[in-house]
């Protein structure tokens, strides 16, 4: 039971702050270097 609770627990901490950084604006950040990650990657950039 313990261990359920604490799974629901930081499943909602993790929902809370995916919430809060796409409130600040952070996901075109994320995205943005997501996109230079995998040109380099490839070679293209």
Same mark, same amino acid.
């Given at each position: +039971?313990?261990?359920? =609770? *604490? =799974?629901?627990?930081? !499943? #909602?901490?993790?929902? *809370? !702050?995916?919430? +809060?950084?796409? !409130? =600040?604006? $952070?996901?075109?950040? #994320? !995205?943005?270097? *997501?996109?230079?990650?995998?040109? $380099?990657?490839?070679?293209?950039?």
């Amino acid at each position: +039971m313990k261990l359920q =609770r *604490a =799974r629901i627990g930081a !499943f #909602v901490i993790a929902i *809370a !702050f995916i919430i +809060m950084g796409s !409130f =600040r604006g $952070e996901v075109s950040t #994320v !995205f943005n270097k *997501a996109v230079n990650i995998c040109l $380099e990657c490839i070679g293209i950039g």
